[in-house]
């Protein structure tokens, strides 16, 4: 399919079509539903002296450092339309003809400024336009009052995925490193430019190799799907667009979890999944009480009447499986977006059985350690393994999500259910290694971040390890989520962390 492949008539202007997830998650941002997805990095800038920078340097050689990353992986210099004619979306890249157009690109994209009191969540209610030939990611660099900088780079989710983000940031340091720390000077008027048009990369499917047309559509004799879908209430009483929890468990808490993964023959995104769906159910309960009246009594309805957990959304990385331009530092690059994403259902007797919720005392029984592993574990795990995750399964997907784009209904989305994403372990990843918080470096990466702009009743749950703890991203419409319902699900998921490393006892 050579519209998902980048050409160019003249030499100058390349440009290709947008295809499946990439084009679903932009359609989505048309939506508000993960607009400004951005990762960043809390980072400590100082010479090899322990001068801290100045922010005239700064900015120097953040631009340095940003102008030799566009020529690295020209894909953070697209351009996007949307043609609603058609729901289609396209991606330019234009080969830059002289400082002229490298200047009026930075100037556009390249955002430094004071952070501002509640920046954590604040920053997400930005909004910008990405639909008629704009540059739609942006590298946004705020100063905190400690001195250090969150480096952040933004845009629809579409445009960049969630390890990708963190990537190239890793580049970014490693430039800002060599420049402040090392005193190495870069020197941009060497750059060739023209020459990063061969690291153009062509949509996800056309990478992995396969013929689209061989691959048979999967056949539809799925169950009937009866899912927990509690009704919701609107947050009145809100000073931002999205509410947030950064929950992030210790290197000794992590630590205990990996080894539990392995000693019963299953992995962290399968573990955490499993925790993050008993809290999330848990919560919403939690909340129906403090609400109680007719919300409690529907919200006890609906749970009762489920026969499944659902999951409209699970993410994962799929860029490692491709057999070429798996990476920005492949001859032929890679594409900036190579997440693929599935439904994921359990047994919801299993859940609640699990909980152990009591609609008489309005109190919860938890399951032991034992029994979560066993019986909890086991059922998410069979969850994960029904979709086919190989790359003929992600082609299929592939083309299923291509048609979603083209006849999305934002309606879909109000629903009080969670999605996942699971970014990673930076550390296995090699990602930031050298500026790790206790390093020598003069350049430190204190930490990570992950955030996103879903204004439905969706959960999100961005979950990642950096430094030895996981974190987990705990990501709302503050319209429909309050502080106490936030409170809610941060105490449940600790509380089902700890009854899955056996720190606390469930009774039965």
Same mark, same amino acid.
């Given at each position: 399919?050579?519209?998902?492949?980048?050409?160019?008539?003249?030499?100058?202007?390349?440009?290709?079509?947008?295809?499946?997830?990439?084009?679903?998650?932009?359609?989505?941002?048309?939506?508000?539903?993960?607009?400004?997805?951005?990762?960043?990095?809390?980072?400590?800038?100082?010479?090899?002296?322990?001068?801290?920078?100045?922010?005239?340097?700064?900015?120097?050689?953040?631009?340095?450092?940003?102008?030799?990353?566009?020529?690295?992986?020209?894909?953070?210099?697209?351009?996007?339309?949307?043609?609603?004619?058609?729901? @289609?979306?396209?991606?330019?890249?234009? *080969? #830059?003809?002289?400082?002229?157009?490298?200047?009026?690109? !930075? &100037? +556009?994209?390249?955002?430094?400024?004071?952070?501002?009191?509640?920046?954590?969540?604040?920053?997400?209610?930005?909004?910008?336009?990405?639909?008629?030939?704009?540059?739609?990611?942006?590298?946004?660099?705020?100063?905190?009052?400690?001195?250090?900088?969150?480096?952040?780079?933004?845009?629809?989710?579409?445009?960049?995925?969630?390890?990708?983000?963190?990537?190239?940031?890793?580049?970014?340091?490693?430039?800002?490193?060599?420049?402040?720390?090392?005193?190495?000077?870069?020197?941009?008027?060497?750059?060739?430019?023209?020459?990063?048009?061969?690291?153009?990369?062509?949509?996800?499917?056309?990478?992995?190799?396969?013929?689209?047309?061989?691959?048979?559509?999967? @056949?539809?004799?799925?169950?009937?799907? *009866? #899912?927990?879908?509690?009704?919701?209430?609107?947050?009145? !009483? &809100? +000073?931002?667009?999205?509410?947030?929890?950064?929950?992030?468990?210790?290197?000794?808490?992590?630590?205990?979890?990996?080894?539990?993964?392995?000693?019963?023959?299953?992995?962290?995104?399968?573990?955490?999944?499993?925790?993050?769906?008993?809290?999330?159910?848990?919560?919403?309960?939690?909340?129906?009480?403090?609400?109680?009246?007719?919300?409690?009594?529907?919200?006890?309805?609906?749970?009762?009447?489920?026969?499944?957990?659902?999951?409209?959304?699970?993410?994962?990385?799929?860029?490692?499986?491709?057999?070429?331009?798996?990476?920005?530092?492949?001859?032929?690059?890679?594409?900036?977006?190579?997440?693929?994403?599935?439904?994921?259902?359990?047994?919801?007797?299993?859940?609640?059985?699990?909980?152990?919720?009591?609609?008489?005392?309005?109190?919860?029984?938890?399951?032991?350690?034992?029994?979560?592993?066993?019986?909890?574990?086991?059922?998410?795990?069979?969850?994960?393994?029904?979709?086919?995750?190989?790359?003929?399964?992600?082609?299929?997907?592939?083309?299923?999500?291509?048609?979603?784009?083209?006849?999305?209904?934002?309606?879909?989305?109000?629903?009080?259910?969670?999605?996942?994403?699971?970014?990673?372990?930076?550390?296995?990843?090699?990602?930031?290694?050298?500026?790790?918080?206790?390093?020598?470096?003069?350049?430190?990466?204190?930490?990570?971040?992950?955030?996103?702009?879903?204004?439905?009743?969706?959960?999100?749950?961005?979950?990642?390890?950096?430094?030895?703890?996981?974190?987990?991203?705990?990501?709302?419409?503050?319209?429909?989520?309050?502080?106490?319902?936030?409170?809610?699900?941060?105490?449940?998921?600790?509380?089902?962390?700890?009854?899955?490393?056996?720190?606390?006892?469930?009774?039965?």
């Amino acid at each position: 399919m050579a519209a998902y492949t980048f050409s160019s008539s003249d030499g100058k202007t390349y440009k290709r079509n947008l295809f499946g997830f990439e084009a679903l998650c932009n359609t989505y941002a048309l939506h508000d539903f993960l607009l400004s997805f951005t990762g960043s990095a809390e980072v400590q800038l100082e010479d090899a002296f322990g001068t801290p920078v100045t922010e005239e340097r700064l900015f120097s050689c953040l631009r340095a450092a940003w102008i030799v990353l566009r020529f690295r992986v020209p894909g953070v210099a697209f351009r996007m339309t949307y043609q609603p004619e058609d729901a @289609s979306w396209t991606v330019y890249y234009n *080969v #830059p003809s002289g400082l002229d157009d490298i200047d009026d690109w !930075v &100037r +556009q994209t390249l955002i430094v400024r004071a952070a501002k009191p509640g920046w954590l969540v604040g920053d997400l209610d930005e909004k910008w336009e990405f639909t008629h030939g704009e540059y739609p990611l942006r590298l946004v660099v705020s100063k905190l009052e400690n001195g250090r900088y969150v480096l952040s780079l933004s845009g629809p989710h579409g445009m960049m995925d969630g390890r990708m983000s963190m990537i190239l940031l890793n580049e970014l340091v490693g430039l800002l490193h060599g420049q402040i720390a090392e005193s190495v000077s870069i020197d941009l008027k060497g750059i060739k430019w023209g020459e990063e048009t061969a690291r153009l990369a062509s949509t996800g499917f056309v990478v992995t190799g396969l013929d689209m047309e061989s691959i048979p559509k999967p @056949s539809c004799q799925e169950q009937a799907l *009866v #899912p927990f879908l509690p009704p919701f209430v609107e947050n009145e !009483v &809100r +000073q931002n667009d999205v509410t947030m929890r950064l929950v992030v468990f210790d290197s000794a808490r992590t630590s205990t979890l990996r080894d539990k993964c392995r000693e019963n023959h299953t992995t962290v995104t399968v573990a955490v999944d499993a925790i993050f769906a008993l809290a999330q159910a848990e919560a919403v309960l939690s909340s129906a009480m403090a609400i109680g009246g007719s919300h409690f009594t529907s919200t006890i309805d609906a749970y009762n009447k489920a026969l499944h957990w659902f999951m409209p959304l699970s993410c994962k990385d799929q860029r490692p499986s491709w057999p070429t331009s798996s990476s920005i530092h492949h001859p032929h690059g890679t594409t900036l977006f190579g997440t693929d994403g599935f439904a994921l259902q359990a047994n919801l007797d299993i859940f609640r059985e699990a909980i152990g919720f009591s609609f008489d005392e309005k109190s919860f029984n938890p399951c032991n350690e034992d029994r979560f592993w066993k019986l909890v574990i086991k059922e998410m795990a069979s969850a994960h393994q029904k979709p086919q995750k190989d790359l003929a399964g992600y082609v299929q997907r592939e083309r299923e999500k291509q048609e979603s784009s083209k006849t999305f209904d934002p309606s879909s989305m109000m629903v009080k259910l969670p999605i996942s994403s699971s970014i990673g372990d930076f550390d296995r990843l090699g990602l930031f290694t050298p500026y790790l918080p206790h390093s020598a470096s003069p350049t430190k990466v204190h930490r990570v971040l992950f955030r996103a702009r879903p204004l439905t009743p969706t959960m999100t749950n961005i979950f990642y390890q950096y430094d030895g703890q996981l974190n987990c991203s705990l990501l709302a419409a503050a319209q429909w989520y309050s502080p106490l319902e936030m409170d809610h699900l941060e105490a449940a998921l600790r509380k089902w962390y700890d009854i899955a490393i056996g720190i606390s006892g469930g009774s039965h």
